[in-house]
């Protein structure tokens, strides 16, 4: 029995539910989102929650964590059509700057040239001084731009600079001089 999948969800108000099958549509504030599930879950409505339930018993341990990761899914969809999703991003070092220009990013991070990423349907950039906001309703493709802006210039252990997660700690490292004196 899966702790997560057996929780049903609760449907906050201003938030459309429409269950077709094993595809749940979205609608909310921010915006619509529709997904389509594994055919091993029954998704229902129950009042104003949702509820997943196996369609038949089983021990197996992948169908068991599907059912929790469905869960999941499913309440982070609602999040980000009621709320939406927010991931900071800080940069450091000489010369690296960020700006929007019209809805794609451009970065500036010690390269001949600047590099431009550009925003996928339903993302958004926000800058501010050494800080990079990306906002979104589908929490996946939010972590997946802000890794790929991170991979564009990780953080580097010596000196600190590069682009890091906001609240992210890097380990610093002492370099030849400290090494050389001890």
Avoid: C
């Amino acid at each position: 029995m899966s702790k997560i999948g057996k929780k049903p969800i609760q449907v906050p108000k201003g938030v459309e539910v429409k269950i077709n099958g094993n595809s749940v549509a979205l609608k909310g504030s921010k915006g619509e989102l529709k997904k389509d599930f594994d055919q091993t879950i029954d998704i229902s409505m129950n009042g104003d929650e949702i509820v997943l339930k196996l369609k038949k018993e089983t021990k197996d341990k992948k169908i068991l964590a599907l059912w929790g990761l469905t869960r999941s899914l499913i309440a982070n969809m609602i999040i980000g059509v009621a709320e939406g999703f927010e991931k900071g991003l800080e940069f450091e070092g000489v010369g690296y700057k960020a700006n929007v220009k019209g809805n794609d990013l451009e970065l500036n991070l010690g390269y001949s040239h600047p590099i431009t990423i550009k925003a996928s349907s339903g993302i958004s950039f926000k800058v501010e001084k050494n800080t990079i906001k990306v906002m979104g309703i589908d929490k996946e493709l939010v972590g997946h731009v802000a890794a790929l802006i991170r991979s564009k210039r990780l953080p580097e252990p010596y000196q600190g600079s590069g682009i890091k997660y906001k609240g992210e700690i890097i380990r610093r490292k002492a370099g030849k001089k400290a090494a050389a004196t001890a």
